[in-house]
């Protein structure tokens, strides 16, 4: 079987995310975990679940490989318990298979040059980012917890739990406490 995994940083790419099930889906995948959540999350849950889903002689694909892995070390580790599963991995991007020597060379070589290019992004991004502050142009995310000090206070008046509250405003627990 054919598993697809699909994820975005944020909700505000749905078309990205769309289209990266479709593409899932043209190639052939069965079952599709998708999921919007940022790859320095401590958890993906979707992600996890495609791995505990995939058999023995499974497949799992993703668009690029920035959907799957985030650091060479956590590239080795996911493909480690695929391989331990007896699946294989599959990138449509690079048309990049596992299941041949090949491509386990291929995706040992591309894992370190996606390293490498992610190392160099934040490190242009940091500079970037001095810059603007030195300039007056960058202020920083705008604080989302704090603008609704109101909401909180009201849903605890109400008698929901802190984490029920971060779950229905979409903020940090720690946010709910230090807001109210």
């Known amino acids: 079987m054919r598993i697809g995994y699909a994820r975005t940083s944020t909700n505000n790419q749905k078309y990205s995310l769309e289209d990266q099930v ?11 975990f998708s999921e919007e959540i940022s790859s320095v999350s401590s958890t ?45 991995f599959q990138i449509l991007d690079m048309n990049l298979d596992t299941s041949t020597p090949t491509g386990k060379l291929l995706l040992s070589m591309l894992g370190a040059v996606y390293q490498f290019e992610r190392e160099i992004l934040l490190e242009r ?34 008698g929901l739990k802190p984490q029920e509250i971060a779950n229905q405003l979409g903020i940090g627990v720690a946010s709910v406490y230090r807001h109210r």
């Not at 479709?22 to 599709?32: F, R």
């Not at 499974?58 to 892995?69: E, G, H």
């Open 22 to 32: 479709v593409k899932l889906t043209h190639s052939g995948c069965e079952k599709i």
């Open 125 to 158: 991004q940091k500079i970037g980012i001095e810059k603007a502050k030195r300039e007056g142009k960058f202020k920083g995310r705008v604080p989302t917890a704090k603008r609704k000090t109101e909401e909180i206070r009201t849903l605890i008046a109400r």
């Open 44 to 88: 993906r849950p979707e992600f996890d679940n495609a791995i505990d889903f995939a058999r023995e002689g499974d497949t799992l694909v993703v668009t690029t490989l920035s959907r799957f892995a985030r650091s060479i070390s956590d590239l080795w580790k996911h493909v480690e318990k695929l391989d331990s599963k007896g699946v294989s």
